[in-house]
């Protein structure tokens, strides 16, 4: 079966400082993976979504950046963090070329606090 | 545009009774529909999907969905709520001729008091 994890589980950092928060999935080959920001009473903000190694794709403009070093593997960093980066992080993922069917699957999260 | 709209945002009921979360959407076809649930700073897991087989939807845990395309509606049910069912719901719909973009519903929030 599939399992996602990401990690850390909370992290608090300090304004200005860099961030990256990892997600790595097992059980599957060639996903689609997705970052997501979810701030506290809000919903879900689809941040990057990647269809294959390399290749990432940005939904809003913002002070992060998405990496895919290898095909189960998605990456979330900063170079300088802002309070407005305060959120709950999900990482999620899809199967690549299903036939109506679109679910994604997420991970339990990482919480960050930047002070 | 598609959209979703959660017409509760907080439900309470007592344990043991009927649980009735309530969705709409917009959709000018039949669409993708799901419901998840998300425990506190926990995850979304993925209760029930609806693609266009079945208009009543079984899920996990007890839960069931159904599809109404004249109501536009895709109401989440459960006959005896539980404790363990204390948590954030959300409506969510496949975005029109995207295989990836999930749009959420601004969730609704469940209370089960003992």
């Known amino acids: 079966s599939q399992t996602i994890h990401q990690w850390p589980a909370t992290l608090v950092q300090p304004v200005g400082s860099p961030l990256s928060l990892e997600c790595t999935v097992e059980g599957t080959s060639n996903p689609n993976l997705y970052w997501y920001r979810q701030a506290a009473g809000r919903g879900l903000q689809l941040l990057f979504y990647s269809v294959g190694i390399g290749q990432i794709s940005s939904e809003v403009p913002q002070n992060l950046s998405a990496s895919r070093p290898q095909d189960r593997q998605f990456i979330l960093s900063s170079k300088k963090l802002l309070l407005s980066d305060s959120g709950f992080y999900l990482c999620a993922w899809s199967p690549r070329g299903t036939s109506g069917s679109y679910e994604q699957y997420f991970g339990p999260g990482t919480r960050l606090t930047v002070t | 545009a598609q959209s979703v709209t959660q017409l509760d945002s907080h439900v309470s009921v007592s344990e043991g009774t009927p649980v009735l979360l309530r969705c709409n959407y917009s959709s000018s076809y039949s669409p993708s529909l799901f419901w998840y649930v998300q425990h506190p700073n926990k995850g979304l897991q993925l209760l029930l999907k609806?693609?266009?087989?079945?208009?009543l939807v079984k899920g996990i845990n007890g839960f069931e969905a159904e599809f109404k395309k004249s109501e536009t509606s895709f109401h989440l049910t459960k006959p005896s709520a539980h404790m363990s069912d204390a948590a954030e719901y959300f409506c969510?719909?496949?975005?029109?001729?995207?295989?990836?973009?999930?749009?959420f519903g601004s969730g609704t929030r469940l209370l089960v008091r003992p």
């Open positions: 969510v719909v496949r975005a029109l001729g995207s295989s990836y973009k999930l749009i």
């Open positions: 609806y693609t266009s087989a079945a208009t």
